[in-house]
């Protein structure tokens, strides 16, 4: 089955799928995305994820390149058209294609919009998370809103490639107080020898993870009380459990942090558990 992407109206081959060379996401990275988990067909927590791409596109002062309705039907159509079980789509609305200006261009503008889906194996993602992941910590070098899901990823990039060049799996973006932000791509939580659940908060600093939000919910179906709050580097080295969510992952464990095992460095009975139930809990919307 040959790979279909959406632009600005066309369903085209993805190897021919292209944007204009001044389209603001090219040049400024003037837009926002989102990604959502396909699941054994279904689109998970697709009203949370389209409620954060409004809230991105508020931000920004980005229009919806059509409503929300239609986005949800092409969003479909392009799971549908690739034949996605189980894998991803991507979604990225740019400010448009204008004369190269800083400033926002002419109202009339349309946005435009991109929507791609990508299979994934899960037994891949399985078998990761029985092993857990090893992550390193980098300095935070983003700006301050991090909060807006924004393409402009090159600090997310970087971290993500010193954690390869380092033979693990992810970076965790630590202020200069030793105080964890996130990781490259995913929310970090750890979990304490009380078995509570502890995240930090979402108003600033991060990006409210939708897999984070939903988490909440798998937590409180399994009893888990939650702590929104600040933790350090080393309370994490310290911790019973640490884990990180997004919707690529789902719930991953960790086992090392900067080279420092965490617990047994196996993952946890609590971390597993999340896991399992988060399916049942998400939002399932057949594609
Ligand atoms: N990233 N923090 C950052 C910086 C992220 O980029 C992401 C998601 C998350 C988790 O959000 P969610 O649970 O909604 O996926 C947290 C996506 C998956 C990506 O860039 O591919």
């Given amino acids: 089955m040959p790979r279909i992407a959406y632009v600005n109206g066309r369903y085209l081959p993805h190897r021919d799928a292209a944007v ?3 389209d603001r996401g090219y040049q400024f990275a003037d837009g926002v995305y989102e990604v959502c988990e396909i699941a054994q067909g279904f689109i998970m927590d697709m009203t949370r994820h389209l409620n954060r791409l409004d809230r991105s596109l508020a931000e920004l002062q980005i229009a919806w390149p059509m409503s929300r309705k239609a986005l949800e039907v092409v969003i479909g159509e392009v799971v549908r058209r690739n034949g996605v079980r189980n894998g991803l789509v991507y979604l990225q609305v740019t400010r448009g294609v204008a004369p190269r200006d800083h400033a926002f261009p002419k109202p009339e503008t349309r946005s435009s919009i991109v929507v791609t889906a990508k299979k994934a194996d899960p037994a891949a993602g399985a078998k990761r998370a029985q092993a857990g992941i ?3 910590t980098v300095p935070e070098s983003r700006w301050e809103r991090v909060d807006i899901k924004t393409v402009g990823l090159l600090p997310n990039v970087l971290a993500r490639q010193k954690a390869k060049s380092q033979g693990v799996h992810d970076a965790w973006f630590v202020d200069p107080d030793g105080v964890v932000k ?3 791509s995913a929310n970090v ?3 304490t020898r009380d078995n509570v659940l502890v995240t ?4 600033t600093g991060i990006l409210r993870g939708i897999t984070r939000t939903t988490l909440f919910d798998v ?3 399994l009893g888990y009380a939650i702590e929104e709050r600040d933790f ?4 994490a080295k310290a911790a019973k459990e ?3 969510t997004s919707a690529t992952t789902i719930v991953m464990p960790v086992v090392s942090i900067d080279g420092h095992t965490v617990a047994n460095g196996h993952p946890g009975s609590t971390t597993q558990a999340l896991r399992e139930a988060f399916f049942d809990v998400a939002e399932k919307t057949p594609a």
């Fill in 232 to 235: 350090s580097v080393d309370e």
């Fill in 182 to 184: 996130e990781g490259a």
């Fill in 189 to 191: 939580w750890l979990v």
């Fill in 200 to 203: 930090r908060q979402a108003e």
């Fill in 219 to 221: 937590a409180k179906k």
């Fill in 242 to 244: 640490v884990f990180m």
């Fill in 134 to 136: 090893s992550v390193i």
């Fill in 20 to 22: 204009h060379i001044e």
